[in-house]
């Protein structure tokens, strides 16, 4: 379904300046969902993205805030170029994780008759919502300062508010292609601008992944420009660079080894079978009413990501490095892990009961450890020292006491009240018969009794 809406208008910045800059901005939101989300970004009321507007030859500073390494450079922004699917990195800028987002501008080099200014991002989660603040340069003001500190008030460093948008719809699932369009409400310019300032805001609090994947900035002055010299594609265009594994007439898993030739080897003889084995089962593991899971996912090797792995929607992000060290160790155990991520899909929750992330990690550490992993491998915790909120291994390790001891379903039926934002800490005492605390307190003396066995 196409929705679309103007924002309302608690949400539009109306601004009565000097005449370089006009009377009543308007800010018209887009969305487009399921379906409707094709690479041609085509809107009900927002134009489709241009190749050739104004801010092709515009110049794009990132005044603060940090680039997420596993996206694109800020050329991406004014390229022409949009991303083709709800989940590409590399074809999108977005600041880094757990970042509060950051501040751009834009120099058009002279002032510009702006009509529009048009923003575009897509994404399935909650990375797809757009959040942020717009300014222009105050043609009234004497001196603009082109780097405020990040808490000062702008208007006393030169600048205008010309619109707030935040696209989020409560109650609704975030993901979607978003378009918005900052543009004078009876038709005519916005001013004339040299300058602009987004002011971007992550969609979420306490989420990990929730800086806005944006695809395209493009300036409408009415005036046809010469399109951007494109920067070279990251994405491989060499089949043998990103396969897609086909599993029956079901799945399809793509892998990228493309910064990580080194790797493909690995990847076709020992990853591979673990994946078309073990995904097909984390899917059966993991149902809910109504609920289909991804048919598609990606696994992508970076060459210079940190950490380990991490899985945003559909895109599992390896650390190439750290796989490279470990291909005879956790590597493949790692990679299924991310499967059950990818399976989870609990952020399309948003708006209802949070889910705790020590459940939501230490659930796929079960399936994991104690469900792939052979049994001498399975985590071992210290009874003096752990808690159940401590997410991973010893959060698995506690589950599997639970199903061992309580409910052979208790996974499954936490996995369905997580997926439907229905999580909540009376579940404990309705599947197992106790309190959270009580049940980690009869874990943590089974512990303790076991030790003593062995002594």
Not at 81 to 104: C, H, K, L, Q, T
Not at 159 to 177: C, F, H, N, S, Y
Not at 282 to 303: N, Q
Not at 350 to 367: F, S
Request: aromatic letters at 10%.
């Amino acid at each position: 379904m196409n929705r679309w809406w103007i924002v309302p208008a608690a949400f539009v910045a109306t601004c009565i300046v000097p005449p370089c800059l006009r009377g009543e901005i308007k800010t018209v939101v887009n969305v487009n969902r399921g379906g409707d989300a094709t690479p041609d970004f085509k809107f009900a009321d927002v134009p489709a993205p241009s190749k050739t507007d104004a801010a092709n030859a515009a110049k794009f500073t990132l005044l603060d805030g940090r680039r997420d390494g596993n996206g694109g450079d800020l050329d991406r922004l004014n390229d022409g170029r949009v991303p083709d699917g709800d989940d590409v990195p590399r074809d999108n800028f977005f600041f880094a994780a757990r970042s509060s987002g950051g501040r751009i501008l834009v120099d058009f080099g002279k002032p510009i008759a702006v009509k529009a200014i048009n923003t575009y991002s897509w994404h399935a989660d909650a990375r797809g919502p757009q959040v942020y603040k717009l300014y222009a340069n105050d043609p009234a003001a004497k001196d603009i300062d082109l780097k405020p500190a990040a808490d000062a008030d702008l208007a006393k460093a030169g600048w205008k508010l010309l619109a707030e948008v935040d696209t989020r719809v409560a109650d609704q699932e975030p993901g979607g292609q978003y378009g918005v369009s900052i543009r004078d409400s009876a038709g005519g310019d916005v001013g004339e601008i040299r300058y602009l300032l987004f002011a971007i805001a992550r969609t979420e609090r306490d989420e990990t992944f929730d800086n806005t994947f944006y695809g395209e900035i493009d300036v409408d002055d009415g005036q046809e420009h010469a399109p951007a010299v494109a920067a070279a594609p990251t994405r491989p265009e060499t089949p043998a660079e990103v396969d897609v594994m086909k599993i029956g007439d079901k799945y399809e898993i793509a892998f990228d080894t493309s910064q990580m030739p080194e790797i493909k080897k690995w990847v076709d003889e020992k990853l591979k079978p673990v994946c078309a084995e073990w995904y097909p089962k984390i899917v059966d593991m993991l149902p809910s009413e109504g609920y289909t899971a991804p048919r598609r996912f990606t696994v992508i090797f970076h060459k210079d990501m940190r950490g380990v792995a991490n899985t945003g929607g559909t895109r599992i992000n390896c650390a190439g490095d750290w796989f490279m060290k470990n291909l005879e160790g956790e590597a493949k155990g790692a990679v299924v892990h991310e499967m059950v991520h990818v399976v989870q899909q609990y952020g399309r929750a948003r708006g209802r009961n949070r889910n705790p992330g020590w459940m939501v990690e230490g659930l796929a550490d079960y399936i994991r450890w104690f469900l792939y992993e052979p049994a001498d491998k399975r985590p071992r915790v210290n009874p003096a020292r752990a808690n159940y909120t401590d997410s991973y291994r010893t959060t698995a390790a506690f589950l599997n006491y639970l199903v061992d001891k309580h409910d052979k379903k208790i996974i499954e039926k936490f996995n369905a009240a997580m997926r439907e934002g229905k999580y909540r800490d009376e579940l404990w005492k309705e599947l197992a018969g106790n309190t959270v605390d009580e049940l980690w307190g009869d874990y943590i003396t089974t512990l303790r009794s076991e030790g003593d066995r062995r002594r």
